[in-house]
C-alpha cells in the first residue's frame, strides 16, 4: 500500500510542478501524471535556450524531460523505492473544475483522470 497524497505533496513542492496525480493500484511501479507550472517552464526554456512556439512543444523536449526525471528523482530521496515514481507523462492542460478533473474543493477526481488519460497512463506501463 502506497499513499498517493503522501508522493503528490512531496512532488508538488518543485516550483515547476503545478498539479500531480499518482498511479499504483495494482501496479508493477507507481507512475504520475504531472502538469508543470507553464510560467517557471518557459523561462526555464528560455534561459536554457530551448526555442518553442507553444507550452506543449516543451513537454516533449528531451532537456525538459530530463529536467522534470532529475527533479522528481531528486525529491524523492525520502521514499522508499517501492514508493517512488519510476515513469511520468507531462500534461498540457491542468486538472480543473471545468473539465471535470477536480471537485467543486479541488481534490482530484482520480477515476474521471484515470478514464481520461487511460492511453497515457497504459503507455507508462
Known amino acids: 500500500y502506497i499513499s498517493p497524497q503522501k ?5 508538488g513542492q518543485d516550483p515547476l510542478i503545478e498539479q500531480v496525480v499518482t498511479i499504483g493500484d495494482n501496479r508493477k511501479y507507481v507512475a504520475a501524471l504531472v502538469v508543470p507550472a507553464t510560467e517557471a517552464l518557459q523561462v526555464f526554456a ?3 535556450g530551448i526555442s518553442f512556439n507553444e507550452t506543449a512543444e516543451l513537454l516533449e523536449n528531451e532537456q525538459v524531460l530530463a529536467l ?3 527533479r522528481i528523482d531528486d525529491l ?6 517501492h514508493e517512488k515514481v519510476k515513469q511520468f507523462a507531462l ?3 491542468p486538472f480543473s473544475i471545468e473539465n471535470n478533473t477536480l471537485t467543486s474543493t ?3 477526481k482520480r477515476r474521471v483522470i484515470y478514464k481520461l488519460y487511460d492511453d497515457l497512463i497504459e503507455g507508462l506501463y
Not at 508522493?7 to 512532488?11: P, S, W
Open 106 to 108: 479541488l481534490k482530484t
Open 76 to 81: 524523492q530521496n525520502v521514499l522508499a523505492e
Open 46 to 48: 528560455r534561459e536554457n
Open 68 to 70: 522534470y526525471k532529475s
Open 7 to 11: 508522493i503528490e505533496t512531496l512532488l
Open 91 to 93: 500534461l498540457n492542460k
